[in-house]
């Protein structure tokens, strides 16, 4: 299926204005680039703001729902470890605290390259305890804590996902990720062969963006970075993976899919014909990834009150 027509035009004004010039920028000019990305924003702020430490913070969004305790989505936004704000993700998190009926937690750790492997997995990492130590204040239902990651946030959702596993710590029980990043190991892959330039997410601009990550790229091999590299992948939280066609990142994540499956994971994977890696961005505008959007939230508030 050919790319969506208003997708293909955006990649043409994209690459005009500069985009394909992006790796050979320096990282404040790239996110003064960025800022040209306009994102819905409240009229009111309706969230909680709490600090976790110094320069980690996370935004409480509430449903209009008085129970004691309430199942909780934990956010991460697409943020290619590098760009944008919490600011980004408010107007999303308030309306799927909304619809699902549930908290809504947006968990922003510190950006690279200031803060650098492992720092943004350590900081979710603690932000994520003191989510389940304060449950009772916060009104959280440990026992119906979902995560959300899309792209980079994908990544981490999936290595925290990991890492909480081998720790033996259920404090997930389910996972929902749009376009993860999950191996950076390899690019024999057909689909980084085939949109690796041209779509946006180009490979040039991905090895920018990790190289201003991580301090060595000897890290690609380390499994929180590329979860796909897992020693087991046994009593992850149910899964829900939705790819594009167009990305260079749809195979790695339909074999991760499959790795899921292998271990009697409960998941299920969709991979959107027409859509590129970021397609959530234009969710207001297109309807394949508007249903996307409101598919996997659908999924979480049907399977939060099976648990």
């Not at 997708?7 to 800022?35: A, C, D, F, N, T």
């Not at 309306?95 to 350590?122: D, M, N, W």
């Not at 994977?269 to 409101?294: D, S, V």
Request: glycine share 6%.
């Amino acid at each position: 299926m050919a790319i969506h027509p208003l997708i293909q035009r955006v990649i043409g004004l994209s690459y005009h204005r500069g985009h394909g010039e992006l790796p050979q920028k320096s990282v404040s000019e790239v996110r003064q680039y960025y800022l040209r990305h306009s994102f819905a924003e409240l009229k009111e702020k309706t969230f909680e703001e709490i600090e976790i430490s110094a320069g980690v913070g996370c935004r409480i969004h509430r449903p209009d729902i008085r129970l004691k305790l309430l199942p909780t989505v934990i956010y991460l936004r697409a943020s290619a470890f590098v760009l944008g704000s919490i600011n980004d993700s408010d107007a999303f998190c308030q309306a799927l605290s909304q619809y699902a009926g549930c908290i809504v937690v947006a968990i922003e750790p510190r950006l690279a390259p200031e803060y650098k492997f492992p720092t943004q997995l350590h900081d979710c990492i603690d932000a994520i305890r003191y989510l389940v130590n304060h449950h009772q204040s916060l009104r959280i239902d440990p026992k119906q804590i979902a995560i959300w990651g899309e792209s980079s946030g994908g990544n981490l959702a999936a290595s925290l996902s990991h890492y909480l596993n081998q720790e033996q710590k259920s404090f997930i029980q389910q996972q929902v990720l749009f376009y993860p990043m999950l191996d950076y190991t390899s690019t024999v892959y057909p689909s980084k062969q085939q949109y690796s330039d041209g779509y946006l997410m180009d490979l040039s601009f991905m090895n920018w963006l990790m190289d201003h990550y991580v301090t060595s790229r000897s890290f690609f091999e380390d499994e929180r970075v590329s979860p796909i590299l897992a020693n087991t992948f046994t009593h992850l939280p149910r899964t829900l993976l939705i790819g594009a066609q167009y990305d260079p990142m749809r195979d790695e994540g339909q074999t991760y899919f499959q790795h899921l499956i292998k271990s009697q994971v409960p998941a299920m994977g969709l991979f959107l014909q027409g859509m590129i890696h970021g397609f959530l961005t234009y969710a207001n505008k297109i309807e394949p990834a508007r249903w996307a959007r409101e598919y996997a939230a659908s999924y979480l508030k049907e399977h939060f009150f099976k648990i």
